[in-house]
């Protein structure tokens, strides 16, 4: 399969109107049939800008292999993303003075926007010679390079388990050992077209017009994540996401599946509240680029999706990183969306969104139409408080890098959809194979009048959500099924290691049932597979608080392990517990990760950060 399938060129002359000049190698199928696909490569407003970006999400008919605007049931999974550049170019001859030139790339790669450099490159030497030749010198080169990391794809949880531990020393080992690099990444036959990084990812040199020109990438990829997941290269993240935290909620309506904490609910919750019960949603800026407004959508991806731990939104939810007045009836297709648009028309429209994002004014609107009165005023919920107050911290007093943006990011999907969920009790009649080791599944609440305050204050997203995630328009990676071992055992680890996290002061009766968590978790551990969950799982434990942020930010160093991944210090606290058969099993859970490549590699570091708990493992398998 080619690195890119088509290369295509436009331009927009102020007399003439937009118009496709070239496709390469061929019409693109069901070109006809996309009558504003020179619209599509040529956002509204560029006249006002030097250069920008626009980018279109295409489907592809399973019997016709035409493309697609929008997704339908004859259309299959694969997402191919249309990337264009846009370049403003000087005219004399023509009025406003400037012609508008594009060229645009098709292809399934989701780290397209690494091409950039190639492809204006290209478009400059294009238009300037006016040679259709240069398209087929553009296309041969870059698919002249293998860009495969692995032949054979790794598992959904392995990647989730990879991409949670940046905080070990993993870039330098990776880096420098690559018998290490090769056995984590399950890599048989190395690709000699790439290279490592030291950032965690690949490069590919791509030799067009007389140069050497590297391309980024990804070490691996998770769904409904465009880029890196590993090393977001978006230096726009940081101050778009401190935007959308800052912004304000316009509005006099309310809605008990957005607005839950009333009219002072924080706009980001409003957000994510949207995409779950599955909203028509547009962000819109005219002062801003195309290009800005495609990465606050893309961004709106990487908070929801938990890189990996929501899927099917990119497939699914009708995302449109840029639209326009145009694709009004399309819109009116869809029961709900993400799209984005540089046009003020929509603003005044309301029938057409159900949450506005004005961009240029940093402020969240509800159409009228969703307006409702309050089923009852909620206090902010302690998961909601905890995913404001480290983002806060996170962003604008630790300093770090965006990994732990992102691991908060991940925290608070997961769980988030866990009290979404938990009235369902992961209840699946297709998975009757599998057997629950021990009750107690769901989110963890430390008491029953948390637990009624909560899902009283997200029922309503709750039923909405479960609607469109057992319809199949959302998946959840962690469902317990996903979890269980090689023999079919199942147990919810996340429920059982919070328990025992929230626990104090436990009685006679409680300390029994510790015992019986750590034993049964011990029995789940039968392979590198359930290891490997269980690590992950430890990852997906978040702190009570940011006091764990704090404490790291007040004396000016890192995060530590232990900050980072409050299960697996948790585990390490039970060397020292007063019960021999609670000690007993962590020793044995401890050298079943020890005996795993990687869950024993990443325990090696965890040891090292803490001595204590090392010399505690030591004397404690000794005397076993």
Known sequence: MPNIEYIITAEFHVDKGPSVVHQYPETLPGYEFLPFFPELMLPDQ???R???????????????GHFHYKKDANCTNDIYYMYTVVKNVSDESVRRGSVIKALCVITKLSYFKHFRPLLL?????????????????????????????NSVEQPLLK????????????????????????????????????????????NSIVTFADMKIPVKVPMLQLPDTVGDYMNPTDLNLKPNLINLLSAR?????????????????????????????????????????????????????????????????????NVFPMIDVSKIDLLSECDSYLAGTINPFFKAHEAIWDVLYDIDANEFRLASSLDEP???????????????????????????????????????????????????????????????????????????????????????????????????????SLLLPNLSNELNLMIDLQHHLQKLYNASNMSSR?????????????????????????LLVTYLIPPNSSTSLQSSGAHGGNMTIFDKNKGIELLLMNLFNEDDQVKSNVVMILQELEDNFFCGWCLNNFMKSNYVYEVAFSELVDTQ
């Not at 962003?395 to 732990?404: I, Q």
């Open 374 to 476: 309050e089923v009852s005023k909620n206090s902010i919920i302690g998961e909601d408080a905890r995913f404001l107050s480290n983002l806060q911290f996170s962003l604008f007093t630790y300093n770090d890098d965006l990994t732990t943006l992102q691991l908060i990011f991940r925290r608070h999907i997961n769980e988030l959809i866990r009290i979404l969920v938990s009235s369902r009790n992961y209840n699946d009649p297709a998975n009757k194979q599998c057997s629950l080791l021990m009750d107690g599944v769901g989110y963890y609440w430390h008491s029953d009048t948390s637990k009624l305050m909560e899902m009283s204050c997200y029922q309503l997203i709750s039923s909405r959500f479960q609607d469109l995630m057992y319809s199949g328009k959302f998946a959840y």
């Open 159 to 202: 990647r989730l388990l990879i991409s949670s531990v940046l905080d070990l020393p993993l870039s330098e080992k990776i880096y420098n050992d690559e018998q290490f690099r090769h056995r984590l990444l399950g890599i048989k036959s190395p690709n000699r077209d790439i290279f490592i990084r030291k950032d965690l990812s690949y």
């Open 510 to 534: 409680a300390k029994v049932h510790e015992r019986e968590i750590w034993f049964n978790i011990l029995k789940y551990l039968i392979s590198g597979r359930s290891l490997e969950t269980f």
């Open 121 to 149: 490159i290209c478009l400059d030497k294009y238009f300037s010679a006016n040679d259709e030749s240069l398209l087929a010198q553009l296309y041969a080169a870059i698919n002249a390079n293998d860009f495969t990391v």
């Open 46 to 48: 560029i006249h006002r």
């Open 50 to 64: 030097e250069e920008d970006f626009t980018l279109f999400l295409l489907f592809r008919n399973k019997a016709t």
């Open 249 to 317: 909620l316009a509005t006099n309506h309310h809605n008990n599946e957005l607005t839950i904490y009333g009219l002072s609910t924080p706009p980001i919750i409003v957000l994510i509240n949207a995409v779950l019960t599955g909203k028509r949603i547009i962000f819109l800026s005219y002062e801003n680029s195309a290009g800005h407004i495609i990465d606050l959508i893309l961004l709106t991806l990487k908070i929801v999706s938990g890189g990996g731990i929501l899927t099917g939104l990119l497939e699914n939810y």
